[in-house]
């Protein structure tokens, strides 16, 4: 794989991979999928289509790799917050007071790249579609597995259902995502993120305070 082009002078006009690779993840972020162009990559990675194609293979390719670049710098708020030693109230207000920073960042696009990367997309651009989802559902399993390490310490109700909890939080983050690419501050964010902690607290009382009757339905139930 070539990490150079001849130039007209016959000399290799070198670059940096990882720093073309960064380009294109803040490009596709900022527009998504099928809205980046190959000339806004051109333009953005500061090469031509040779070399792009030349380290990358084809756009699909290096959006994918702009994913997995993502993931690995752009989500440690996640990761900190499910893998907190702390109690799983808490650890969830951190996941979701800490999305509400990293979505709002200064210099980089609102939201995040795994809800927007592709909200709407041609039958052409399925695969792209399905890596996406795949990446939201791994963020619903962690919080779920979270939810449920929970549970077991007995921190919440037995008949809470952890995986609609999971969805109903990984919702409220992907709400929040929108927003911030509608131009929400943090501090909107934070005022959501609030609510929606507030509003499963309320949940959780009731669900202490029930009798033995209702005890035996399930915490957010369809």
């Known amino acids: ?19 073309a690779l ?46 997995a670049r993502y993931h690995e710098r752009e989500v440690g708020f996640a990761l900190d917050a499910l893998g907190a ?39 052409q651009a399925q695969a792209i579609a ?24 007995g921190e919440l109700p037995a008949n809470l259902s952890v995986e609609r909890l999971a969805k109903y939080l990984t919702g409220v983050m992907h709400g929040m995502s929108i927003q911030a690419r509608d131009g929400a501050s943090a501090e909107d964010l934070r005022a959501l993120a609030g609510i929606a902690l507030a509003a499963w607290a309320a949940e959780m009382r009731k669900a202490a305070d029930s009798n033995g009757e209702t005890d035996a339905r399930p915490v957010l139930h369809d």
Request: charged fraction near 25%; aromatic fraction near 8%.
């Open 1 to 19: 794989m070539e990490n150079s082009e001849k130039s007209r002078g016959g000399r290799p006009r070198a670059f940096d991979p990882e720093a």
């Open 22 to 67: 960064d380009a294109a993840m803040h490009l596709f972020w900022e527009h998504g999928y099928e809205a980046t162009s190959l000339a806004m990559l051109r333009k953005a990675m500061g090469l031509t289509p040779p070399q792009i194609y030349n380290a990358f293979t084809d756009k699909e390719t290096l959006f994918r790799r702009a994913l």
């Open 85 to 123: 030693p702390v109690p799983v109230k808490e650890a969830i207000r951190l996941l979701l007071m800490g999305a509400a920073e990293a979505y709002t960042r200064p210099g980089k696009p609102g939201g995040c790249l795994f809800i927007s990367g592709a909200l709407a997309t041609s039958p």
């Open 130 to 153: 399905d890596e996406l989802k795949t990446y939201r559902k791994a963020t619903e399993a962690a919080i779920a597995a979270r939810l449920g390490k929970g549970q077991e310490a």
